[in-house]
Every structure is written in structure tokens, then in C-alpha cells.
């Protein structure tokens, strides 16, 4: 009943309404629907942490937990995603055995199909019982359209739109991988003679997507070692081949270690992005073309 009356209060006073927030990016069952933008630091107590099992959520599923740390006079915590309207007030739980003292929230969540796919922020405040919040805690997530891809090592490219975006990745050997070139592999040696497996050393690029200005569902590129990649420093760029008569476009790029997101970016492509002359096959969208994305070291 306690908790009860505290998130009514906290919604009274504080612009929640009956509406239930199913047009929301963010999902958390059992919780107070807070319309609006996530609120300020009003010199409340603070949200201390902020973390998550996982570094990424699959789209439309609730079931990634989240754990946030908050200071003692806090007796509400509300959730939300940076850059989105809306957020959820949950009361605060009684300490664990790993923070004696400091009250916690932990709640399930989920992120629904009008999160643009990739990079985003989590984000909690702490609120007392006369409603100020405090400064909020932060934890950086993936949103994916599906499971992460398969490989020990894999990166991906992804967008939604009708541009003609290509991959372009180099990796620790020097070697690039992208549309016209779609694995890593160097040139054979003249004389030598080659292994026909030995391509799957290398990474490869699974296809090229929006090839052409002809639409995909789901636009997206993927280069995969499915061996041990070798280890060094890797770059990451993303090349605007066209604009297919797209005014702009938004792209975002992840990398993934056996499974496990280890970077990821987000970018926009406009026109002036497009170079080359469109008679030329290649243009300037062969080797090194594309804007810096990432880069990373194994």
C-alpha cells in the first residue's frame, strides 16, 4: 500500500497520466506510465548506478534485466532512453547484499519496434517522496533487429531506408573488406599453390545491401571471421554509395566479439556524402572510401 500511494503521488505531481504508454519505445511491466521528457535534476538524490545483463536488446522482447543503485533518501526510480519521450516510475527496493544501506531499483525491460536499430542509452533517476529527482545514471545498450551475428569476430552495418550504404572494414593485417572485395584474403602468391578453404580465415561480407538502389526489407551488411581473426587494430567505415533519391540517412554500426557487443556508432549519411562520378563502376568508392565509423583493437 506504501508503494502504491508514493506512485500516485509521485504522478500527481509530476504530469503521469492513466494512459498505459503502449506507444512507447521503452517497456517495463508492472510500472507507472510518465508521459513526456525524462525528467530534471531538481535536487533530489541521485541515481548512483546503472547496469544491464546484457550490452544489447533483440526488438519487441521484455526480458533484459536492469539494476540501478540509488542514494538513501530515495524512495522511486524512473527509467527511460535518451532522445525519446517517456519513462517509467518504479518504487525503490530495499538494499542487496552488495550495497548495504543504498535502496535499489530493478525492473525487466524491453524495447519496442519505434527504437531505431542500434546504439542507445538507458537512463534512471531517483526521486524522494516529495518528487525531486536527482542526477541520473546512464548505461549504453544495442537495439537489434535480431540476434547478434555468429563469428568469433562480426561487424555490422545497419539502416533503414532507401540509400545504398556500403561496409568497409580493414582489418588487423591491413586487409579490406567491402562490396567489390568481400573477403579479407590477401592475393595469392604467383607460384604458390592456394588451399580452397582457406578464404574462411578471413573475413567476409555476407552481401551488399540496398545493392543498386534495389531495396532490401532489411537493410544491413555483415562482415564475419568465423575463425580466430587476427589480432591488432580493426577500422570500421561506412561508405554512402548513393542516396537513391533519400534526402539523408541515418546508419549504425556494431561489432560484436563470439557474441558480445564490444563497440558500436551511429552516423548520417547525406548527399555530399556521395562521391565519384556515377559512370565510373567504382567512382571513389573502392579501397579506404566512407567516413570513420569505428576502430578498435583484439
Known sequence: MRHAWLLAALAACDAAS????????????NAQFRPGPFPQDTGGPT????????????IETVNERANAYLEPAARAAVFGIEGYDGAWIVPAGPPDFSAPGLPTANVVLGVRAAIEPGPFTLIVAAA?????YGAPATAPLVADEEPEPAGELAIRLVWDGEADL???????????????????MPPPVPGMPVDPTDYLKFGILDHDGNKACRRDGRPRETVAWTMAPPEGEYVVRVDARSM??????????????????IGGARGFA??????GDSADPLGEHGPGAGVLALRFSL
Not at 541515481?47 to 533483440?58: G, K
Not at 524522494?128 to 525531486?132: C, K, L, Q, S
Not at 547525406?270 to 562521391?275: F, K, Y
Open 166 to 184: 556500403d561496409l568497409h572494414v580493414i582489418d588487423a593485417l591491413g586487409g579490406e573488406v567491402y562490396a567489390e572485395k568481400p573477403n579479407s
Open 270 to 275: 547525406a548527399p555530399a556524402d556521395v562521391r
Open 47 to 58: 541515481a548512483l548506478s546503472l547496469a544491464t545483463r546484457h550490452p544489447n536488446i533483440l
Open 244 to 261: 537513391c533519391g533519400s534526402p539523408g540517412q541515418s546508419w549504425a554500426v556494431m561489432a560484436y566479439r563470439n557474441g558480445e557487443l
Open 128 to 132: 524522494n517522496a516529495e518528487g525531486a
Open 18 to 29: 492513466s494512459d498505459p504508454g503502449l506507444d512507447t519505445v521503452l517497456s517495463i511491466p
